[in-house]
Structures are given as C-alpha cells and as structure tokens.
C-alpha cells in the first residue's frame, strides 16, 4: 500500500518538474486534482485570457475602474472554487507551483489588491464569489456567513428570520464580508455596538500550509490577527461566526442637508462637538460635496443618520444635545431596521429588502481614496480652506463617520484595528473622475493636496489611517524584500502599535510569506 502511494507523489512531482511546455492553468489544474479528495472538473472553474467569460468576471465586482484598465496587470487565470476544500487545494497548489495568489470576496479593494498585482507576475485570482452560504441562528442569536457573500445578504437573511435582530458592520450592500470584516467594518451600529470585527465569535480560515483551521485550532493570536488586519496576510478566511445584536421595531432615519449660504460651516463645526458624545443609539454621519452650476458653486453638507428608536425620542435627544440641527418631525422617517440599510445605502424609500440579494455594486468609478482620523475639532477656518480646496476639483466626496460610544469602551488593542477612544470622526476623501488616464494624474495630484493641507487638523504621531480603505501612497511592499521598517511606513498607520504583534503573528504563520501583497504584514526574517 505504501510504494503505490509512494509512486504516486514521485510521478506527480516529475511531472510537474517536466512541465516546462505546459501551461501554468494545467499544472493548477493537476495539482488540484491530486489535492482534492473528490474528483472535479476544475477547468470548467478556471477563467483565462481566452475564455469568453474572462472579461466578464474580472470586471464582475471590481470597483476602482482605474484597476480594470488594459495597462493593469491581468491574472493568469481566475478559479472560481465551489468548496472549502477547492479552496484549501487552491492554497497548497499555488504554494507548490511557486504560483502568485490574490484572493477576492466582495472586490470594494480600494487599490485593487485582490484582483491585481503590480509587485509579481504571473499571478492568480481565486475568486469567492460562489462560497455565499449564510445559516442564521435566531435562537443562538449568531450566523456562520461564508466569505463570498455580500453584507447586504447578510443583513436580509437575519431579516428573513427575524425584525428585531441586526448586525453592526458597513453601509454599503455589496461589500463582501471576506476582507470586509478582516478590515474592521463599521456601520450605522457602530456607536451602539462596535464594528463588524468587535462581533466575530469564530472563523474558519486555510492557512500558509494549507489547513482549514478553526478558532479553537488556530489559536487565539491569529484569531486576534484576522480581526482588524486587512485581507491577505494571514489565511484566506472561508467563514466567519458573528453574534447578531439586538435592533428595535422602529428606527428613524433623516437626511438633513445644509449649504455654505445656510451656515454650514459653523453648524458642522458643532457637529464635530456633538456628534462623538451624543446618545449612544444615534449615528448622524456627514456628506460633504460641492453643487450648484458653473456660475455658482457651493458647499453642501448632508447629516444622514440613523437612531435605533422612535422619532418623538429622537427628536427629545436633538433638542437637548444637537438644537443647532434645527430637526423637526417632518424631517423625520419612521421605518424598520432592515429598511434603514436601504436608506443609508442611498435606494429609494420604496425599495424591496430583497435589492440586497443582487450581491452587485452599482458604483464603478475610477477614483483616488484615502483617510484620516480626528482626534480634536477643526476650528471654522481650517473647515473654510478645505471648502475653498473641494470647490476647486470636479468631482470630490468626504464623508466625516462619528466615533465615540461604545467604540470608545474598547481598548486599542482588543483586536487590531487601534481608533477607538479619543478618536471623534473618522475622514473618507475620494476623487471621481469618468475618462480613464485622461486626467488621473490631475485628480490623483488634488487629492494628495488636500491630504497634505489636512495635516495639522487630524492624528498625529502616527498619522492614523482605516486599512480598508488601502491606499498605497503611504508605501508598498516590493516583490522579495518585504521588511519590517518598509512596511513600517504604513502599518504604524493603520494598526499603531498592533502592528509589532501582527508582524511577530506573521512570522510564526506564515514564515514564508505565502499570503502577500503591496501592503500585507511582512514576516521577520528567518
């Protein structure tokens, strides 16, 4: 019994050393076959140059149009896996192979990192989009969700089963809850319950050497690590377990938008004061852009929130601690949980809950992002630059999340994402623009500006920055010399001190750098 199975290993090896005129796909595909317990068709899950579908996959739940442009390098292949354990001889096969592996869930890369590479070629994409099971457990009050499903999914299954259950991660339906939830993950629940990552009771990853790992069998550190880390340097997680947070009957939402002419600045100035301490169970987020026409441009500002109660408590709690609001029963929305995701997601009052089950984003843009972190108000004139900076680009966003609440009762370091108490609002910047490579360089160059003009308003020492909304201006990895002090440039940014045990995880989990991209943990050398 042993010398057949002995043989086997030797002969599969020999051919794969003798392979050198086969392609990589069907080097994949024959250590898929010899990895997987069951036999399979694997090549009808695999996606080259050539195949008709190739475009329309790729393209499927990309974001960043800039990442999708012929000059962005393109996967070898894309494997779409059907399994757990697809994905698991995926691991071992690329591992084996020498064969570069990007992993994508939902797509929302920020700088494409799950479905491009700029440091090494060739390289793959294993694309999870097919692993989308959610078991809800009313009783149990937790759902095991599986990495390719979108959040949105996630939220109208827990409706399905329940009105009165919830749980606190993003705004945005089609986010993917693979690198979703290893980023962090807030939301409108954030103030009352803390992020998607602060509500992970389990997961199930495969790791460097190719095991599927639970909780219990990975051990509390890398546990710890796959909370807040960003995708793609520790496994690739296949399942999380998260613990369902209780949501009232009725929630109100409102939108509230004011411009320059009716006294923004000053207004978003007390906001900066208010929104931090206000009741726990009230998110109001800020909108920021400029409107108007070519002979006259303005600033406006838009308070969009979401209170986990009825509108005469809401308006009783923006009497007492926001009157500067000026909010009134008719600005007011009275609706259910499950309602209010579609609202802060921006669908239209009438829209069905089951929009959430499409799983595909509607925003595709070519855009430049980044973020920061604020830990004392701006004063009104710093806000009158910044306007006077937005009013000058075609087409700018910023959106100002409050902090506070129960993301202020957690330490730093309970898991790895660091902003938590003292941090008031969190900063997103993006530029959009429509013409591919036209004017990039423009936009790309105004947005580094604005960053730059920011800097004495916002944390320091380190400049604090959210790591899913990558941005690789703040460093990069470089193919086979990842070190410690190079990444040290933006992982003190997005994980403060955390980053010192990440990287120590890293290396006991993945000494050979097997899960890696431009900004993924670095081992320390062996």
């Known amino acids: 019994m042993v010398l057949p199975s002995y043989l086997a290993i030797l002969f599969f090896l020999l051919s794969v050393s003798l392979t050198a005129s086969a392609s990589i796909q069907e080097s994949f595909v024959q250590c898929l076959n010899f990895n997987s317990e069951k036999s399979f068709p694997f090549h009808t899950s695999i996606y080259t140059p050539n195949t008709p579908s190739f475009t329309t996959i790729l393209e499927s739940s990309a974001q960043n149009l800039r990442y999708l442009e012929p000059s962005a390098p393109k996967p070898a292949f894309i494997f779409s896996p059907l399994t757990d354990s697809h994905v698991q001889a995926s691991v071992i096969c ?6 570069h ?8 890369d920020y700088e494409g990192l799950s479905y491009v590479s700029e440091i090494e070629t060739p390289f793959i994409v294993v694309d999870l989009a097919k692993l989308r099971t959610i078991n809800v457990d009313i009783k149990g009050n937790t759902a095991w969700i599986q ?98 947070v209780p949501v009232p009957p009725t929630v109100t939402v409102f939108t509230v938008t004011k411009t320059l002419e009716q006294g923004a600045t000053k207004l978003l100035h007390r906001w900066q004061e208010v929104a931090p301490f206000i009741d726990d169970n009230l998110f109001i987020r800020v909108i920021i852009q400029p409107a108007g026409n070519k002979t006259h441009r303005t600033i406006t500002t838009t308070y969009n929130a979401l209170f986990l109660g009825e509108a005469r408590a809401l308006l009783q709690v923006a009497k007492t601690s926001f009157p500067e609001l000026g909010l009134t029963r008719k600005d007011l929305l009275e609706t259910s949980w499950i309602k209010s995701v579609l609202y802060i997601a921006g669908y239209p009052n009438n829209t069905p809950p ?31 630059g910044l306007w006077l900076r937005l009013l000058a680009e075609d087409s700018p966003l910023m959106i100002w999340n409050p902090y506070g609440g129960r993301m202020s009762q957690f330490s730093e370091s ?3 994402f660091p902003h938590r108490n003292g941090t008031l609002y969190k900063i997103q910047y993006l530029t959009l623009w429509q013409d591919a490579d036209i004017n990039a360089a423009k936009h790309i160059d105004w947005i580094r500006k604005v960053y730059n003009y920011m800097t004495p308003y916002v944390s320091k020492f ?6 899913n909304y990558r941005d690789l201006d703040l460093g990069v990895n470089t193919k086979n010399s990842t070190n410690y002090i190079q990444a040290s440039s933006w992982g003190h940014r997005y994980f403060k001190d955390n980053f010192d045990r990440l990287v120590k995880i890293k290396t006991k989990v993945d000494p050979e750098n097997v899960f890696r991209h431009e900004q993924s943990i670095p081992p320390l050398p062996l």
Not at 94 to 99: P, Q, R, V, W
Not at 181 to 208: F, P
Not at 354 to 371: H, I, Q, R
Not at 374 to 382: A, D, S, Y
């Open 94 to 99: 690329s591992k084996k192979l020498g064969i």
């Open 354 to 384: 089951e929009v959430l089950l499409k799983g595909k984003s509607t925003f595709k843009n070519y855009f430049k992002a980044k973020s920061d972190f604020v830990r004392e108000p701006i004063p009104e004139p710093g806000l009158e």
């Open 414 to 416: 309970d898991i790895p």
């Open 462 to 467: 380190p400049r604090e920055a959210y790591v």
């Open 147 to 244: 990495a390719g499903a979108t959040i949105g999914e996630v939220y109208y299954r827990i409706y399905e089963k329940s009105s009165v259950h919830g749980y606190p991660a993003g705004l945005c339906a089609s986010l993917g809850v693979g690198g979703h939830i290893t980023g962090g993950a807030y939301g409108s629940l954030m103030r009352k319950y803390g992020l998607g990552a602060d509500n992970v009771l389990d997961a199930r990853i495969v790791d460097a050497n190719g095991r599927i790992l639970d909780r219990a069998a990975m051990g509390e550190d890398l546990f710890w690590a796959i909370r807040g880390s960003g995708g793609g340097s520790f496994g690739v997680l296949l399942w999380w377990k998260i613990k369902l």
């Open 101 to 108: 592996l990007r992993v994508r869930s939902g797509g929302h």
